[in-house]
């Protein structure tokens, strides 16, 4: 069913060695490597097709844009969003939640309001409400963390009231793998009319996504979280709040008529595209969407649970070894302390025996403060990589321990 | 693993499992905070100085190896010198990590410090090494801002 060798020959970083010992690159939340259709797919762009975009009458230009569109088409299908106008190329996640925060949120908020996220949620999806809230002297609320890394949804129905204006919540943790099964809150909160945003950016790589099924109202995600290039993302919305919006910057290509009295905009999506885009970023991430829709994301989701239970077995037989988040239903993330050792001496001596890792707080300090650690070290696997690599990891763990006593 | 062996050496090692002037101080004439927010390092340092001498200094907080011994082994360093030379050990000491070239005399100087160099080949661990030392610079300023080496 899943050919990992040939897979891995996809993948031309994965043969690389560091320090003289083959890379195994378990750092996949952070970013993931890019196989070489993704990468042939700028080349050829460059090489073959490339102009700007919507605007000239000549070849390349219709080229260009016919394939940068039907990147948007790709998009659509691979998340089943109802239409492809409801698909906003953005830089990432990050840009995506900033604009939903300015250009939906901002002109409906007001003082005493609330902001719905969890205790889970990357910097990325707090700070931007933050900054919203700040201004208009609204408030967040938070769903907080259980023990075992699952968030405590009983308290739904006590902070999802009527002054709360908009809920944010992650899909998947990136710090603790977590994966938040959402429909019954995405429900109650449309139940009050309150909006749902979903954070796409871990979950979006690791299992079949279902915009309309989930019913969330916005879902972002990031291209290079799932195997395309950096500077691409995704910003899906429902028609009817897109159209709703103000633009988020202004610029050329999202206007149809300009003077200098007055402005009119664009259609959805094209309003809030402002400026050239990322147009080799939007074909870029089209074809690593098709690479991930061959493999299929059921199989890769099966396979991904087979390495992480495999990992959390061979881990917990580590002494002390403690893992950081063991929630019922999780993704293939395992962050984990051990007794004694800095997470950050840990990383160093890892990366010596060709081990790439993330240590830190992961940008979500909140779950570090609530578990009561600085940082932890955070193993994220893909479907690249192998159990042997695993045992790899186990041994690096166990020479750690030897180094630092 | 040569590398690593120099960069956790023995006394690193040690001063992390036991680190040195690991202790709140009060009364104390200076203090600073320093932080590394990308690792999570944290740490107090105190001195109390008299006549323009290091009569005491002390520190507490959590980090990795480097951070701790790091501090530890300055503490040990400069109790009992003059504050006007801080400054010269705090570039010397720089120098050390970031694998600039470093004088005789001026490797002398920093005496068992000089286990730090090591880390120049680590150029992620520079800030961890470094951090106690903005912190001291920031104490003897009394800028009461929180060091960072981010």
Same mark, same amino acid.
């Given at each position: 069913?899943?050919?990992?060798?040939?897979?891995?020959?996809?993948?031309?970083?994965?043969?690389?060695?560091?320090?003289?010992?083959?890379?195994?690159?378990?750092?996949?939340?952070?970013?993931?490597?890019?196989?070489?259709?993704?990468?042939?797919?700028?080349?050829?762009?460059?090489?073959?097709?490339?102009?700007?975009?919507?605007?000239?009458?000549?070849?390349?230009?219709?080229?260009?844009?016919?394939?940068?569109?039907?990147?948007?088409?790709?998009?659509?299908?691979?998340?089943?969003?109802?239409?492809?106008?409801?698909?906003?190329?953005?830089?990432?996640?990050?840009?995506?939640?900033?604009?939903?925060?300015?250009?939906?949120?901002?002109?409906?908020?007001?003082?005493?309001?609330?902001?719905?996220?969890?205790?889970?949620?990357?910097?990325?999806?707090?700070?931007?409400?933050?900054?919203?809230?700040?201004?208009?002297?609204?408030?967040?609320?938070?769903?907080?963390?259980?023990?075992?890394?699952?968030?405590?949804?009983?308290?739904?129905?006590?902070?999802?009231?009527?002054?709360?204006?908009?809920?944010?919540?992650?899909?998947?943790?990136?710090?603790?793998?977590?994966?938040?099964?959402?429909?019954?809150?995405?429900?109650?909160?449309?139940?009050?009319?309150?909006?749902?945003?979903?954070?796409?950016?871990?979950?979006?790589?690791?299992?079949?996504?279902?915009?309309?099924?989930?019913?969330?109202?916005?879902?972002?995600?990031?291209?290079?979280?799932?195997?395309?290039?950096?500077?691409?993302?995704?910003?899906?919305?429902?028609?009817?709040?897109?159209?709703?919006?103000?633009?988020?910057?202004?610029?050329?290509?999202?206007?149809?008529?300009?003077?200098?009295?007055?402005?009119?905009?664009?259609?959805?999506?094209?309003?809030?595209?402002?400026?050239?885009?990322?147009?080799?970023?939007?074909?870029?991430?089209?074809?690593?969407?098709?690479?991930?829709?061959?493999?299929?994301?059921?199989?890769?989701?099966?396979?991904?649970?087979?390495?992480?239970?495999?990992?959390?077995?061979?881990?917990?037989?580590?002494?002390?070894?403690?893992?950081?988040?063991?929630?019922?239903?999780?993704?293939?993330?395992?962050?984990?302390?051990?007794?004694?050792?800095?997470?950050?001496?840990?990383?160093?001596?890892?990366?010596?025996?060709?081990?790439?890792?993330?240590?830190?707080?992961?940008?979500?300090?909140?779950?570090?403060?609530?578990?009561?650690?600085?940082?932890?070290?955070?193993?994220?696997?893909?479907?690249?990589?192998?159990?042997?690599?695993?045992?790899?990891?186990?041994?690096?763990?166990?020479?750690?321990?030897?180094?630092?006593? | 693993?040569?590398?690593?062996?120099?960069?956790?050496?023995?006394?690193?090692?040690?001063?992390?499992?036991?680190?040195?002037?690991? &202790?709140?101080?009060?009364?104390?004439? %200076?203090?600073?905070?320093?932080?590394? $927010? #990308?690792?999570?390092?944290? /740490? @107090?340092?105190?001195?109390?100085?008299?006549?323009?001498?290091?009569?005491?200094?002390?520190?507490?907080?959590?980090?990795?190896?480097?951070?701790?011994?790091?501090?530890?082994?300055?503490?040990?360093?400069?109790?009992?010198?003059?504050?006007?030379?801080? &400054?010269?050990?705090?570039?010397?000491? %720089?120098?050390?990590?970031?694998?600039? $070239? #470093?004088?005789?005399?001026? /490797? @002398?100087?920093?005496?068992?410090?000089?286990?730090?160099?090591?880390?120049?080949?680590?150029?992620?661990?520079?800030?961890?090494?470094?951090?106690?030392?903005?912190?001291?610079?920031?104490?003897?300023?009394?800028?009461?801002?929180?060091?960072?080496?981010?």
């Amino acid at each position: 069913m899943f050919d990992i060798k040939k897979i891995r020959k996809d993948f031309p970083i994965l043969s690389k060695e560091i320090y003289g010992k083959p890379l195994i690159y378990a750092d996949n939340a952070a970013s993931t490597q890019k196989p070489q259709p993704v990468i042939d797919s700028i080349v050829d762009l460059y090489s073959n097709n490339y102009a700007n975009i919507h605007r000239g009458v000549h070849y390349l230009s219709r080229e260009s844009t016919k394939l940068y569109e039907s990147a948007r088409e790709t998009v659509q299908k691979f998340i089943q969003a109802a239409s492809a106008r409801e698909i906003v190329f953005v830089r990432g996640a990050t840009e995506a939640i900033n604009l939903v925060a300015s250009s939906y949120l901002e002109p409906r908020l007001n003082a005493g309001d609330e902001i719905l996220l969890s205790e889970m949620e990357h910097h990325s999806n707090i700070i931007p409400w933050q900054l919203l809230a700040e201004r208009h002297q609204a408030k967040l609320s938070i769903i907080p963390l259980l023990e075992n890394g699952d968030l405590d949804f009983s308290q739904v129905p006590r902070l999802l009231n009527s002054r709360v204006k908009m809920v944010a919540i992650t899909q998947m943790s990136n710090s603790l793998g977590t994966i938040n099964k959402l429909d019954t809150l995405v429900q109650r909160a449309h139940d009050l009319g309150i909006p749902v945003l979903v954070d796409g950016a871990q979950s979006i790589a690791h299992f079949p996504i279902d915009v309309q099924a989930l019913d969330c109202d916005f879902f972002v995600f990031s291209g290079h979280k799932i195997y395309g290039p950096t500077g691409i993302g995704v910003l899906y919305a429902k028609q009817i709040f897109l159209e709703s919006m103000r633009p988020y910057q202004g610029g050329g290509d999202m206007i149809l008529d300009v003077s200098f009295e007055k402005t009119e905009f664009n259609e959805i999506p094209y309003k809030f595209e402002a400026g050239t885009p990322n147009i080799s970023g939007a074909i870029a991430l089209s074809s690593a969407l098709n690479y991930v829709s061959a493999l299929g994301l059921q199989n890769i989701d099966r396979y991904e649970r087979e390495l992480l239970a495999y990992a959390t077995k061979q881990f917990e037989q580590i002494e002390g070894l403690r893992i950081i988040g063991k929630a019922r239903n999780k993704g293939s993330i395992i962050s984990f302390v051990l007794e004694g050792i800095h997470p950050h001496d840990v990383g160093t001596i890892m990366d010596m025996e060709g081990v790439a890792v993330r240590t830190g707080h992961h940008c979500t300090q909140p779950v570090m403060e609530c578990y009561q650690v600085p940082a932890t070290t955070r193993v994220s696997l893909a479907f690249y990589n192998t159990k042997a690599e695993i045992d790899s990891i186990c041994s690096a763990i166990l020479k750690v321990k030897e180094l630092m006593g | 693993m040569s590398e690593l062996r120099e960069l956790y050496q023995e006394v690193i090692l040690d001063h992390n499992k036991n680190p040195r002037n690991f &202790r709140e101080m009060t009364p104390h004439s %200076h203090h600073a905070t320093g932080h590394n $927010p #990308l690792c999570g390092d944290k /740490l @107090e340092l105190y001195l109390k100085i008299e006549n323009g001498m290091i009569e005491d200094i002390s520190f507490i907080g959590s980090g990795c190896a480097i951070s701790t011994s790091s501090a530890s082994l300055m503490t040990q360093f400069l109790k009992g010198k003059s504050i006007k030379d801080t &400054r010269k050990y705090f570039e010397c000491f %720089h120098d050390l990590v970031t694998g600039k $070239p #470093l004088s005789d005399n001026d /490797l @002398e100087d920093l005496g068992k410090l000089a286990v730090f160099g090591g880390v120049q080949e680590f150029p992620a661990r520079v800030k961890c090494a470094i951090l106690s030392w903005h912190t001291l610079i920031n104490a003897l300023e009394t800028t009461n801002e929180t060091a960072k080496t981010e």
